[in-house]
């Protein structure tokens, strides 16, 4: 027995052998880096909330404000939330559909091994990790100077009608960066949905089609919902993208058409921040504006986690 | 018997459905939708790739000419120039030199003669104005240009000549990157080993959720919180002289990074096999043994996976580079400011004339930024499928 043990390396001590410190000093340190990041989660969120309570009041939200937007005591957000909400609609009307049936196609249909479905998931996988300047780049290379100049040209518009920066424009774009959020979210709330229920409708007469749409879909709606929402709160952050395709510095009115460029939360705290005469004077409004945004963004994410946690117990559950 | 496998025979039989089809044709027709539907995200990937890189295409075919004193051709050589001549001269497109008539060209002529006779006649002498700045010479390496004292690389795309050294945004891009991959790294993957192995079970479900909840931060205001709070804060603490620098912008985009290198991570560090564990402990290991020595190296694939897919987020970041440091610096030094390939796209395109010399340029860096992530992205994806085969044992 003496044998054996003399002939274990110095460093990998038994537990069985005393109170073993590199275990506990290196679990210890893995511990810390997690403690880390929740303590930079939850400083970076205090600290708005706490400096951005203050500022915060219903006139804020509900004032559209001047052409000179840095004084906290006339300005408001109000165009800004409307933008923003704006160009998140219009987004969902055409990420949702576009991204469902993908996953549908991915997970009902697709034969595992042909290239054309291999190709897909590449090409889902690679456009989440495009960075969002590029998707920027491409609405005012795509949608403004080829999409909307045709447009003009096609229905011989005496100016700039469609090729210019527009929510329409934005929207799209931003519809391109979260296809693969709702086609990821949606795919895995569509596995999570038994077999068994699939085959049971079959084995009544049902044909796959219908399986789908009466049986699985409806199934699948808490998941397809999470998909929307995290895009949703990803799109709602983002200002890369909406920088060239339909952003304005200032606006004395809101939208009203698809062809009109609109302000944006996050955009205004970019200009707030980097342009202000007197940062310390505009402080309070600065906080004030990232927590609206925070709120908007951050609200919808943690619903989102919650839904999603509970589809993935379910997921683990049926595995 | 696995669902993939189950999934597959149904499909199968499904082939059965041509016998349908005919029956069903609306059902059929909904397929086909359905597929065709599904192809655009193939569509679209090809879609970006071909409208940046077309933005910047008369760059590549060396069409584009940005010296301010260029070659004057009196306007009565007007027939003595090739169509083609022309078009290069007035900087036309193809319709647009068909869709004009004789007068118009030679008036856009007398313009460009015009023109040159406003520009100082000192600066009419000076050698570097008649220097095409778009060549990949003058994009990739350092010249000596009139009144610097040594050949320099220089990226300032405004004054009178304008200059598009790249080189110092993809330093400033690498410095940022490399700062922010160095602190995310070693903490993301820390705490995915923490939470994937040594964590109880009921830690681990609101703290992993917690850490994903990092990524809803929006990278403005991870932005805004660099520039107001940290930069203050990190400056007090290091003492150093430029209060907003690449170092600043590196571990602001380090917070960015983290929960994209931890999910993946994790991801990879959970599907190691719980035998694998159990045996290491069953012969005598404790927790940390069998995670550092036995799990971790066989997900090291996956870490490495992370740690590409990492860099990727991070060298795309946009807005908080912006936020935090934009001056452009040919220099290695992370105390010093630095201007990233994205910020000065995001920066300049607005003021950058559509069709120019500078906004084709900007496209070209678009293009490349593009083309590293999708590489980049297409590494991390093969290691982790493969790793994830590996693992389930199907190879």
Redesign the interface.
């Known amino acids: 027995m003496n044998e054996v043990r003399s002939q274990q390396p110095a460093g ?1 001590s ?3 052998e005393g109170f ?1 410190y ?3 000093f ?2 210890g ?6 403690l ?3 303590a ?2 939850g400083v ?1 969120l205090l ?2 909330v706490i400096n951005g309570l203050p500022g915060l009041s219903w006139r804020f939200v509900s004032t559209i404000p001047k052409k000179d937007f840095f004084d906290l005591e006339t300005t408001g957000v109000l165009p800004m939330i409307v933008g923003t909400t704006i160009r998140v609609l219009v987004m969902t009307i055409f990420v949702i ?2 991204g469902v ?2 996953a ?3 997970t009902e ?4 091994t042909s290239l ?1 479905t291999r ?2 998931r ?17 609405g ?3 949608f403004i ?2 999409i909307g100049k045709n447009l003009d040209a096609l229905l011989h518009n005496p100016g700039p009608v469609w090729g210019q920066p527009a929510v329409l424009w934005a929207s799209l774009t931003l519809a ?1 960066m979260t ?2 959020v709702v ?1 990821v979210a949606t795919e895995e709330s569509l ?1 999570a949905i038994p ?1 068994g229920l ?2 049971a409708s079959l084995a009544l007469g049902a ?3 219908e399986t789908i749409v009466k049986i699985v879909l409806p199934q699948a709606l808490p998941g397809i919902l999470t998909g929307g929402i995290l895009a949703v ?1 990803r799109a ?5 993208p909406i ?2 395709t339909g952003v304005a510095y200032y606006m004395a009115s809101l939208p009203n058409k698809l062809t009109d460029q609109f302000m944006d939360l ?2 205004h ?2 200009v707030l ?2 342009q202000s005469p007197n ?1 310390e004077q505009t ?1 309070p409004l ?1 906080y004030a504006t ?1 927590l609206v ?2 709120g908007l ?2 609200a919808l ?2 619903v989102a ?2 839904i ?2 509970r589809v993935r117990k379910k997921l683990r559950a ?2 | 018997m696995s669902p993939r496998h189950t999934t597959g025979k149904r499909s199968h039989g499904w082939m059965g459905l041509h016998r349908g089809h005919r029956a069903r044709p609306l059902e059929w027709l909904a397929e086909k939708f359905i597929f065709a539907v599904s192809l655009s995200a193939i569509l679209v990937v090809l879609l970006i790739f071909l409208f940046v890189a077309r933005e910047a295409a008369p760059l590549l075919y060396g069409r584009m000419n940005s010296a301010a004193v260029q070659e004057v051709i009196p306007v009565s050589e007007f027939d003595k120039l090739s169509p083609a001549q022309l078009q290069q001269y007035l900087g036309l497109t193809p319709s647009e030199l068909a869709a004009m008539d004789r007068a118009t060209l030679q008036s856009l002529m007398e313009v460009k003669v015009e023109a040159l006779a406003e520009i100082p006649a000192a600066f009419r002498e000076d050698p570097d104005a008649r220097i095409n700045t778009t060549q990949w010479r003058y994009l990739l390496r350092s010249h000596q240009w009139t009144d610097y004292a040594k050949p320099e690389f220089i990226w300032q795309p405004v004054g009178q000549i304008k200059k598009y050294n790249i080189i110092p945004l993809l330093i400033g891009s690498l410095k940022t990157t490399l700062v922010g991959l160095l602190f995310a790294v070693p903490l993301a993957v820390g705490a995915a080993i923490y939470v994937s192995q040594l964590a109880r079970p009921r830690v681990r479900e609101v703290v992993k959720p917690t850490i994903e909840m990092l990524s809803g931060i929006p990278s403005v205001v991870v932005g805004f919180f660099a520039l107001l709070v940290m930069a203050t804060v990190l400056q007090r603490v290091f003492g150093y002289q430029t209060r907003l620098n690449a170092f600043v912008a590196g571990i602001a985009l380090g917070f960015a990074v983290i929960p994209v290198v931890f999910s993946i991570a994790e991801d990879a560090l959970t599907s190691v096999p719980q035998a694998y564990t159990q045996a290491a402990l069953a012969l005598g290991s404790s927790k940390w043994q069998a995670a550092w020595q036995i799990v971790l190296p066989a997900a090291l694939p996956g870490v490495f996976a992370a740690t590409v897919l990492g860099f990727g987020r991070a060298i795309g970041e946009t807005m908080i580079v912006l936020m935090v440091c934009s001056a452009s610096v040919m220099s290695w030094n992370i105390f010093d400011s630095a201007r990233s390939i994205t910020t000065t796209i995001a920066a300049e395109m607005a003021e950058a004339v559509s069709g120019g010399p500078h906004y084709r340029i900007l496209f070209l860096l678009g293009a490349m930024l593009f083309a590293v992530t999708f590489v980049l992205n297409l590494i991390g994806d093969v290691v982790m499928h493969r790793l994830k085969l590996q693992l389930e044992g199907k190879r």
């Open positions: 990998r038994f537990r069985a073993d590199r275990s506990f290196f679990s340190l893995t511990g810390l880096a997690t880390l990041i929740l930079i989660l970076i600290n708005i559909p576009v049936i993908t549908i196609y991915l249909y697709a034969p595992n054309v190709l897909l590449a090409a889902v996988n690679n456009l989440a990790g495009v960075p969002s300047i590029v998707f920027g780049l491409f005012l290379g795509f100077n080829f391109v296809l693969p086609i596995k077999t699939r085959e044909t796959k089609l709160s709602a952050g983002e200002v890369a920088l060239f996050g955009y705290v970019f921040s980097t940062i402080r600065l990232v945004l925070l963004t951050f994410n943690l986690i919650i999603r946690a049926l595995n």
